[in-house]
């Protein structure tokens, strides 16, 4: 039952990302060409509406679907970690086109050289982990 | 019906993906697709080369799954819910891409110069190094993406999405560092590399 709602969610996710054009490497260089609006509306409407869902969430504290308590972890403080971090992941965001979740659509839709983008991106996860301690956070 | 095939407008896209969130919070979970590297990288015996990747995978499970749907999402898509795979980007953006060398900019939905393998198989032999270019080229890309996304703690999911709508500091200072470095590219690095 419950893998059946995740699988749906992702369905609704990856039809979303294809159909919205945002796993369209040419939609990334328009938004960081500051051509059209279209990105910016996407992630703006998101995140809008996110903040307004999250924001009644909490004030009603109402319970999820199965009757847990809701609760939203802050995250850990910190400048260097999400300052660097950030810079290097747009870098490979605009290079490549995609970011994590709209790989997986354009993987879906046939775009086999996705392959290689997502298999370096699992590769430079793993060398995050492994460098991850001399790195200022 | 023909509605069904066109793009979908941001103010669709945008509250759908609000909405997703809202899902994923209601079932206990949360939104974040590149957990699903590192959980990758776990299943892949990353544990024996750093702690970041011992713990246990199966609670990552249901990640997984939300992204094994997320692939059949694009195809379903790309084969059933789209009759031409053409991104109408703006005028502006097509002469400035025609200008770096894009000419498929307008009348494709990836830049086949980048992407499409099919074009660049062998027709020239120094088409091969095209390809190799390219391989390489999608490859920094996608390492970049993987190093910065778990650096950061999040990508454009987790943080741009879920952490902003929570109104947390540490992922505005991320979605900055995104723009920083996705206009750095595009505008710096693209007019040397293409």
């Not at chain 1, 909490?58 to 999820?64: A, N, T, V």
């Not at chain 2, 793009?7 to 939104?31: E, N």
């Not at chain 2, 086949?112 to 062998?122: M, P, R």
């Not at chain 2, 778990?150 to 540490?170: D, K």
């Amino acid at each position: 039952m419950r893998t059946g709602i995740y699988l749906f969610i992702g369905i609704l996710f990856g039809i979303t990302m294809f159909k919205s054009e945002a796993a369209s490497w040419f939609r990334i260089y328009e938004m960081f060409s500051f051509d059209s609006f279209h990105m910016y509306g996407i992630i703006g409407s998101a995140l809008v509406i996110g903040a307004i869902v999250v924001k009644t969430i909490k004030h009603f504290k109402i319970k999820s679907f199965y009757g847990e308590a809701i609760t939203f972890p802050n995250k850990e403080k910190g400048f260097s970690r999400y300052f660097f971090g950030g810079i290097i992941f747009g870098l490979g965001w605009a290079l490549a086109g995609a970011c994590p979740g709209p790989m997986f659509a354009l993987l879906g839709a046939g775009f086999l050289p996705i392959g290689v983008v997502i298999l370096a991106a699992v590769l430079g996860t793993f060398l995050y982990g492994v460098v991850r301690k001399k790195l200022p956070h | 019906m023909n509605w069904i095939y066109e793009p979908w407008p941001w103010y669709i896209a945008g509250p759908m993906i609000a909405f997703i969130m809202f899902l994923l919070i209601m079932v206990d979970k949360t939104f974040g697709m590149s957990s699903n590297l590192r959980t990758a990288c776990t299943i892949c015996g990353g544990g024996k080369y750093s702690d970041f990747f011992k713990f246990d995978w199966k609670s990552q499970r249901w990640n997984l799954i939300v992204a094994t749907g997320t692939v059949i999402g694009g195809y379903i898509g790309a084969h059933f819910l789209s009759k031409d795979l053409v991104v109408s980007i703006t005028p502006d953006t097509i002469a400035d891409l025609n200008t770096l060398g894009f000419a498929s900019a307008g009348n494709a939905y990836l830049p086949t110069e980048l992407f499409n393998a099919e074009i660049i198989k062998g027709t020239l032999i120094n088409n091969h190094f095209i390809e190799l270019r390219n391989i390489l080229l999608l490859g920094i890309g996608g390492l970049l993406v993987g190093f910065g996304a778990r650096y950061a703690g999040g990508c454009t999911s987790g943080h741009a999405i879920s952490g902003l709508s929570n109104l947390q500091l540490p992922s505005l200072i991320a979605v900055i560092g995104f723009f920083m470095g996705g206009l750095l590219m595009v505008h710096l690095i693209f007019p040397m590399i293409f």
